[in-house]
């Protein structure tokens, strides 16, 4: 299983960016996607906001009511919506999926994909 996350980039405080991660593979089921982001300096990732495959979703309260997470099942993709911007929000963004395998479906593995830099400048 890979995940390839795209979309990063740079923008000015109180813009917006869209992330994007797609999962190619075989024969698995996603449970959970999210993005975690961390920022230089800090040596945990932080949870961002991740969406159940019923599309249950939570979110850090600080991106509460300025960026929405979404997936599309079928293609096994999640986006995420970022808007108003702040340069605390600057960090790299890593998508991650929790699924099992048909082989074993008891078993939950986590993926992560490539991080991608955001930059918000004030």
């Known amino acids: 299983v890979q995940l390839q996350a795209s979309g990063g980039g740079l923008v000015q405080a109180g813009g917006s960016l869209r992330l994007f991660c797609a999962a190619s593979g075989s024969d698995f089921s996603i449970n959970v996607m999210g993005w975690y982001r961390q920022a230089a300096g800090k040596q945990q990732r932080e949870l961002v906001a991740?969406?159940?495959?019923?599309?249950?979703?939570n979110y850090a309260d600080s991106v509460k009511g300025r960026f929405t997470i979404s997936r599309d099942n079928a293609k096994n993709t999640v986006t995420l919506q970022m808007s108003s911007l702040k340069p605390e929000d600057t960090a790299v963004y890593y998508c991650?999926?929790?699924?099992?395998?048909?082989?074993?479906?008891?078993?939950?593995?986590?993926?992560w994909g490539q991080g991608t830099q955001v930059t918000v400048s004030s």
């Open positions: 991740r969406v159940t495959s019923g599309d249950s979703t």
């Open positions: 991650n999926a929790d699924l099992t395998f048909s082989r074993s479906k008891s078993t939950s593995f986590r993926y």
